[in-house]
């Protein structure tokens, strides 16, 4: 089993800053992407950014130039930092990784998702 914890989600002003952590435990031998998605109220799951155990990153439009995603692959974690916070960015975020495991080959697994309100 692989389990995702995610963290550093809340209450931000407009132009305000937050950086989601999210940490992958169980039995991982090696994570290859890992990402995170957002779903806002109403609307469908959308891609924010994706990167690969490369460094190769990937970013959905309407975050292009504010948010930043890096991971520590030694401790199997992923963090997105962002910035310019808009109110169109309120939505809850999750955490999702590809990840080959000691025991049951590769698995899509996703977090319980951190909220993020950005609000004035």
């Known amino acids: 089993q692989v389990q995702l914890v995610e963290s550093g989600g809340g209450l931000v002003q407009p132009g305000g800053s937050l950086r989601l952590s999210c940490a992958a435990s169980?039995?991982?031998?090696?994570?290859?992407?890992m990402g995170w998605y957002r779903q806002a109220p109403e609307k469908e799951r959308e891609l924010v950014s994706t990167?690969?155990?490369?460094?190769?990153?990937n970013y959905g439009d309407s975050v292009k130039g504010r948010f930043t995603i890096f991971r520590d692959s030694a401790k199997n974690m992923v963090y997105l930092q962002m910035n310019s916070l808009k109110p169109e960015d309120t939505a809850v975020y999750y955490c999702?990784?590809?990840?080959?495991?000691?025991?049951?080959?590769?698995?899509?697994?996703w977090g319980q998702g951190t909220r993020v309100t950005v609000s004035s």
């Open positions: 999702k990784i590809f990840v080959l495991t000691t025991g049951s080959g590769y698995l899509e697994v």
């Open positions: 169980g039995s991982i031998y090696s994570i290859n992407t």
């Open positions: 990167i690969t155990s490369g460094g190769s990153t």
